[in-house]
Structure formats: structure tokens, C-alpha cells
């Protein structure tokens, strides 16, 4: 089975830093990759999905990149809003679905 | 709008089962695989099932396979997840999603969770 793995699992940050969340596969996933922004007693909410593109509604400060086992997201200028937890998920497979263990977003 | 309610939570005892249902609306049921997802209190999320648009095909999480089945009635919009022989790391929130539409993808909608806790 694949397995995500996400760095850091906490982030410490200001409002207006730019922040870099990486996700790396345990093998190619090709660009089946989305990024996920939870809230505390919240459903997940889709961000990025083919590692790259922005899905409808969510703010262009987000953006997503890389392919094969490496991913970054990154939020260009941190909002309140933002703060969060996020989690990367491969979807290469026909079979099963993988997230990363999280990253916390925290204000410093 | 797409509308995702989960139901049939609550307190069950350790080796005892427990049938979860996630109503869906605002959307061509019958066109969509669906997912069950949970999260441990705490915890990360973990993916535990997908039943096909038309429920030929079902997968499960090896954590869960063989206790845990997953279902649907695409004539009420509905999907299930029966829940088996459940143990105290079974505790979780457990979300239903919608898989966007094509060959294999990630999730556009989910719902707002239910929990189980198995506690003796």
C-alpha cells in the first residue's frame, strides 16, 4: 500500500508568512494528489486536487505543485482563516485512498 | 446543493455491531461512488471503504476488512456502512464523502460525521 507522509506535523506562523506544507509518497503517484484544510469539529474541505489545481471557490493564495512522490502546498500569504490542520490523500489507486497524517497550522 | 447526512451513531459495547447511513441529496446519487472516512479522536483522517456508483465493486481498508461492510440503495439515495465485531479503536467520527465523478478521484463533498464510540 502507499503510504503519505507530511512535514512538519506543526507549523508555527504569522498572518501574511508564506507557508510550504510537503507531502511525499512512498511511490509514484503520478499528479493523483489533493490537499485538504480541516477545522476543528469540521468536515475536510477540498483545496487542490492533481496536485495542482485550485478547486472552485478556494482563495488563489493557495496553490499546490509537484508530481511522481513529492508535493508542496503552499499559502502565499497566511489569513486567519487559514489556520488549520491540512492533509494531503493519494488517489492513484482504483482500490484504496491514503491521507497524510496532517499538518497543523498554528499562530505564533 | 449536495447534501451529505450521516446517522446511526452513538455508544456500543465492544464486540457488538452498528449500522451507519448517509443520506444524500442535490446531486444524481446513482452517478457517484461513495466513501466512508473516520477520524480517531485526536487522530488524522483514515479511509475505510468505497462501494462504485452502482455498487458492483467495494474495497475496504485492511483495518476493517472482513468486520465491516459497506452498501448502497440508489433508489434512496442512501449509503451504509455495517459495522461488526467493532473494538475500542473502531472510535471515531465517521464521515461519508463523495467521490468526484470519473475513473478514480479524490472527494468533493463530505458530510458532517457521526460518531461511534465503543466503550464498554
Known amino acids: 500500500d502507499i503510504q503519505m507522509t507530511q512535514s512538519p506535523s506543526t507549523l508555527s506562523a504569522s498572518v501574511g508568512d508564506r507557508v510550504t506544507i510537503t507531502c511525499r509518497a512512498s511511490q509514484s503517484i503520478s499528479s493523483w494528489l489533493a490537499w485538504y484544510q480541516q477545522k476543528p469539529g469540521k468536515a475536510p474541505k477540498v483545496l487542490i486536487y492533481?496536485?495542482?489545481s485550485l478547486e472552485s471557490g478556494v482563495p488563489s493564495r493557495f496553490s499546490g505543485s509537484g508530481s511522481g512522490t513529492e508535493f508542496t502546498l503552499t499559502i502565499s500569504s497566511l489569513q486567519p482563516d487559514d489556520f488549520a490542520t491540512y492533509y494531503c490523500q493519494q488517489y492513484n489507486s482504483y482500490s484504496t485512498w491514503t491521507f497524510g497524517q496532517g499538518t497543523k497550522v498554528e499562530i505564533k | 446543493q449536495v447534501q451529505l447526512v450521516e446517522s446511526g451513531g452513538g455508544v456500543v459495547q465492544p464486540g457488538r455491531s452498528l449500522r451507519l447511513s448517509c443520506a444524500a441529496s442535490?446531486?444524481?446519487?446513482?452517478?457517484?461512488?461513495m466513501h466512508w472516512v473516520r477520524q480517531a479522536p485526536g487522530k488524522g483522517l483514515e479511509w475505510v471503504a468505497v462501494?462504485?456508483?452502482?455498487?458492483?465493486?467495494?474495497y475496504y481498508a485492511d483495518s476493517v476488512k472482513g468486520r465491516f461492510t459497506i452498501s448502497r440503495d440508489n433508489s434512496n439515495n442512501t449509503v451504509y456502512l455495517q459495522m461488526n465485531s467493532l473494538r475500542a479503536e473502531d472510535t471515531a467520527v465517521f464521515y461519508c464523502a463523495r467521490e468526484k465523478v470519473g475513473k478514480r478521484n479524490y472527494f468533493d463533498y463530505w458530510g458532517q460525521g457521526t460518531l461511534v464510540t465503543v466503550s464498554s
Open positions: 492533481k496536485a495542482s
Open positions: 462501494i462504485w456508483y452502482d455498487g458492483t465493486n467495494k
Open positions: 442535490g446531486f444524481t446519487f446513482s452517478s457517484y461512488g
